[in-house]
């Protein structure tokens, strides 16, 4: 039974925009912030949506390791590249305004890339490479996180979940978008295995002493203290090709370090020496091509859905009726919830209420 309480998207846009506001997030900042977790939700994705309003952000912002004004520093400008320091601001405005500037330049020069350093969790890397899908144009990001994920043979948390992110545009209604960690689950999941009530699935995560554990409170906890990492996709050790995972964080990681000049791995745990917590400093990058450089826009889209309709159509494996491409879940999940509204749990539903009660928002849910 879906015990989850559907509200009206405008209703949560307009309460999560006053919270960030009540927090000291300047207004036009809040409007984004509130609308990267709301598209969260509309893909399906809710272990980066509402889910994570108050405990990622709210209560960073509360204990200092999150800024709530973004004081945005360009350290390096040219027709195709540009390199940010964000001062532990928020990693959602920062990034913002970055693949604004970057789908400019690459509107008038084919192409550009651009670099964050000392920024914050940034919500779902597709929301960034779909700007430029929503122009016509490819967008490519990543960005490191806290270290979650241990290196082929190894069981020390190094690399975060590390996502590797395209948005292709096609000419169908929505765009080719791959937006996955490079770990088999990401710690995202696992925060909301543990709100649910939920184990983690067996053979994701692996201990210090090389087993495997399932039980998510306990696993959020190890991986503080690393005593605990997620195993890279493909899986532990050689056999399903894990170091095709491993090497793909790996690539992020550095990416999302050398670009900016920023920290990496084990310095953005989010505690200092002394256990206290502390800023993050994460890095992020971001690619934007312009198709129209190339061989066109509407040449490049139609190749692309071609592509993906192709796909599609292929031969089924027995007892499946449907091949998806990537994105096209969520889009699904979007026409599904657009009248239905924002799915939230009992667990969320506690955080909205203590959020609104804490700054006397004169908000009233139907789930009360």
């Given at each position: 039974?879906?015990?989850?309480?559907?509200?009206?998207?405008?209703?949560?846009?307009?309460?999560?925009?006053?919270?960030?506001?009540?927090?000291g997030v300047p207004e036009?900042?809040?409007?984004?912030?509130?609308?990267?977790?709301?598209?969260?939700?509309?893909?399906?994705?809710?272990?980066?949506?509402?889910?994570?309003?108050?405990?990622?952000?709210?209560?960073?912002?509360?204990?200092?390791?999150?800024?709530?004004?973004?004081?945005?520093?360009?350290?390096?400008?040219?027709?195709?590249?540009?390199?940010?320091?964000?001062?532990?601001?928020?990693?959602?405005?920062?990034?913002?305004?970055?693949?604004?500037?970057?789908?400019?330049?690459?509107?008038?020069?084919?192409?550009?890339?651009?670099?964050?350093?000392?920024?914050?969790?940034?919500?779902?890397?597709?929301?960034?490479?779909?700007?430029?899908?929503?122009?016509?144009?490819?967008?490519?990001?990543?960005?490191?996180?806290?270290?979650?994920?241990?290196?082929?043979?190894?069981?020390?948390?190094?690399?975060?979940?590390?996502?590797?992110?395209?948005?292709?545009?096609?000419?169908?209604?929505?765009?080719?978008?791959?937006?996955?960690?490079?770990?088999?689950?990401?710690?995202?999941?696992?925060?909301?295995?543990?709100?649910?009530?939920?184990?983690?699935?067996?053979?994701?995560?692996?201990?210090?002493?090389?087993?495997?554990?399932?039980?998510?409170?306990?696993?959020?906890?190890?991986?503080?203290?690393?005593?605990?990492?997620?195993?890279?996709?493909?899986?532990?050790?050689?056999?399903?090709?894990?170091?095709?995972?491993?090497?793909?964080?790996?690539?992020?990681?550095?990416?999302?370090?050398?670009?900016?000049?920023?920290?990496?791995?084990?310095?953005?745990?989010?505690?200092?020496?002394?256990?206290?917590?502390?800023?993050?400093?994460?890095?992020?990058?971001?690619?934007?091509?312009?198709?129209?450089?190339?061989?066109?826009?509407?040449?490049?889209?139609?190749?692309?859905?071609?592509?993906?309709?192709?796909?599609?159509?292929?031969?089924?494996?027995?007892?499946?009726?449907?091949?998806?491409?990537?994105?096209?879940?969520?889009?699904?999940?979007?026409?599904?919830?657009?009248?239905?509204?924002?799915?939230?749990?009992?667990?969320?539903?506690?955080?909205?209420?203590?959020?609104r009660d804490a700054l006397k928002l004169p908000?009233?849910?139907?789930?009360?």
């Amino acid at each position: 039974m879906d015990e989850r309480f559907y509200a009206s998207w405008n209703l949560m846009d307009s309460f999560l925009t006053d919270a960030f506001k009540g927090y000291g997030v300047p207004e036009e900042d809040a409007k984004i912030c509130a609308d990267v977790l709301l598209e969260s939700d509309r893909r399906g994705i809710e272990s980066h949506g509402c889910n994570r309003f108050k405990p990622i952000y709210i209560d960073r912002i509360i204990k200092g390791t999150l800024l709530p004004v973004t004081d945005i520093e360009i350290i390096k400008d040219t027709p195709t590249t540009v390199v940010m320091d964000a001062h532990d601001g928020m990693g959602m405005v920062a990034s913002h305004k970055m693949m604004e500037m970057l789908i400019d330049k690459a509107k008038k020069y084919g192409m550009a890339g651009g670099a964050i350093r000392n920024s914050t969790h940034y919500g779902i890397a597709g929301y960034w490479a779909t700007m430029a899908s929503k122009e016509g144009m490819i967008g490519i990001t990543g960005t490191n996180a806290r270290p979650s994920i241990a290196p082929t043979y190894g069981v020390e948390n190094m690399m975060g979940t590390n996502p590797l992110t395209f948005a292709l545009p096609t000419d169908e209604d929505f765009p080719f978008c791959l937006d996955c960690a490079t770990s088999i689950v990401q710690r995202g999941r696992i925060e909301y295995y543990a709100r649910e009530g939920k184990d983690t699935p067996a053979g994701t995560v692996i201990s210090e002493k090389g087993g495997a554990m399932t039980d998510s409170e306990a696993i959020l906890k190890a991986l503080v203290d690393g005593t605990a990492a997620l195993a890279p996709l493909g899986g532990i050790g050689d056999e399903l090709a894990g170091y095709k995972g491993y090497g793909y964080a790996a690539v992020v990681e550095i990416l999302s370090a050398a670009l900016a000049g920023g920290q990496f791995m084990k310095a953005l745990t989010g505690v200092d020496e002394n256990g206290k917590p502390s800023m993050y400093h994460l890095g992020h990058f971001f690619f934007v091509v312009d198709p129209e450089a190339f061989v066109g826009r509407e040449s490049f889209k139609k190749t692309a859905g071609d592509i993906c309709r192709a796909l599609r159509a292929s031969k089924k494996a027995p007892g499946n009726d449907r091949i998806y491409t990537a994105g096209e879940k969520e889009y699904l999940v979007w026409l599904e919830r657009k009248e239905k509204g924002v799915p939230l749990s009992k667990s969320v539903q506690k955080d909205i209420l203590e959020v609104r009660d804490a700054l006397k928002l004169p908000y009233h849910f139907d789930f009360e």
